[in-house]
């Protein structure tokens, strides 16, 4: 009996490469060198965790989770949709300033590095189109219009999936943390549902069996030790999400006040040819989770969901922003190797009393 257990993304920087993109321009060819050394390191980490499937760390996603594919281009100013978390500190988006919508840089680049290096299945998290609508301007822009955006937009998110899953991503990820924030910012969820469509005409565009091997992530945000929409119920969000056409969900479970109330509305939801991950790790917690927690979660969570439909991940990311180092990656990696190990403990007793 195994039951599968993926990351999510994200690893803190080494504080060396930080402080050298600190100081510069994060493009600087004379920074390859760094960002490989820091590539290579977390995938040997990663695998001595035992994690059967890793990822890149996230290790050149610059600036975060969501502009890396934008960041740079010409077209692109910082003082976009503003994201406020819990603790009063806010992370800002870029803003498009004139069409047309184009990446500057498609995931797979981060994908093909690390497959260099891995020995073992390597995911690749991309950002979901909801999260870069918001980078076109309410008041709209002359000669591009939002209709051309949104084209632009989910052909280039289209792209970017394809070729992820040609160069032989195990799973593509779609990062989705603002479903829960549209909750908190719009509750009568009419921009949740507009985002739910939005990512739906994209999934769409895949076969089934693609669908098999994409994914959608759904966290409270994680950013300097604070969230930015915890305070949402799922109870709210679950059944607008789980319209999405996606085969794969990585639902952050471990830090919620009541996993049991999460997973009595996943079981009423779940459909049969879906992969439910739960989150067993909580990146923002200070405490290391012992092989035992992550196991006793996994029972608990395997009493709602079946078990050839049920995998383990982490809450979120470790650093979805690349100069967040509150977490050390010496705890980002224990606490991933307890998740590996309490979810092998939690098969084994389930293998033994089915
Ligand atoms: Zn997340």
Known sequence: MIIPTEPIGSIPRPVALVESVAKGDSEDPALAPLYEDAIRDTIERFEATGS?????GEQRKYYDFASYCVHGLGNMAPDGFTIPFADGHTRRLSRLTAGPFRYRRYADSY?????????VPVKQAVISPS??????PPQGIRDYSREQFIEDLLREHETEIRRCLKKGAYKVQVDFTEGRLALKLDPSAQVLNSFIDLNNLALS???????ARIGVHTCPGNDLASTHSADVDYAALLPSLFALKAGNFYIALAGERDRRQV??????HLKPDWRIFVGVIAPMDPRIETPEDVRDRVLEASEYIPIEQLGTTDDCGFSPF???TSTSRDKA????????????????????HP
Do not use: C, W
Request: charged share 25%; hydrophobic share 50%; proline share 4%.
């Open 111 to 119: 994908l093909e590095l690390a497959l260099r290096y891995a020995h």
């Open 205 to 211: 565009r895949f076969s089934p069996e693609e669908r």
């Open 52 to 56: 059967p499937v890793i990822t890149d």
């Open 322 to 324: 690349f100069d967040n």
């Open 131 to 136: 999260a870069l609508s918001l980078m076109y």
């Open 263 to 268: 997973l009595e509305i996943i079981r009423k």
């Open 333 to 352: 990696f224990a606490k991933i190797q307890s998740r590996v190990r309490g979810t092998a403990m939690a098969a084994q007793l389930i293998g033994a």
